[in-house]
């Protein structure tokens, strides 16, 4: 059974930056896509980020497009979120997913969380002005 492991959480003040990584332990078999989502009590869980298609491509939410990256540690299945020009609004729990069995999901599917069949616990980030 593959885990994911989410880590670099913390909390910055507005305009900062962080980066977050998931990593599947133990697990050499590689991914179709992963994902990061983030989550604020009484609200939608909301996709931020996928890499998929062999890590060539790559979605974002409006939000966040232009000020977030995505990547990958290739042969690590380790997936990277580099968050800059960070804003209060970014304050959230942030979960990684992974898409690895059929059927696979691409692009803005993968956002909305479908096909995501594994899923990390989460780290807090949160943004201070």
């Known amino acids: 059974q593959v885990q994911l492991v989410e880590s670099g959480g913390g909390s910055v003040e507005t305009g900062g930056s962080l980066r977050l990584s998931c990593e599947a332990p133990?697990?050499?078999?590689?991914?179709?896509?992963m994902a990061w989502f983030r989550q604020v009590p009484g609200k939608e869980r909301e996709g931020v980020a996928v890499?998929?298609?062999?890590?060539?491509?790559?979605r974002y939410t409006d939000s966040v497009e232009g000020r977030f990256t995505i990547s990958q540690d290739n042969g690590k299945n380790t997936v990277h979120l580099q968050m800059n020009s960070l804003k209060a609004e970014d304050t959230a729990m942030y979960y990684c997913?992974?898409?690895?069995?059929?059927?696979?999901?691409?692009?803005?599917?993968?956002?909305?969380?479908?096909?995501?069949?594994?899923w990390g616990q989460g780290t807090l980030v949160t943004v201070s002005s």
């Open positions: 997913a992974g898409d690895f069995n059929p059927p696979y999901c691409g692009g803005s599917v993968c956002l909305e969380g479908k096909y995501l069949e594994v």
């Open positions: 890499i998929y298609n062999g890590g060539r491509s790559t």
């Open positions: 133990g697990h050499t078999y590689s991914y179709n896509a």
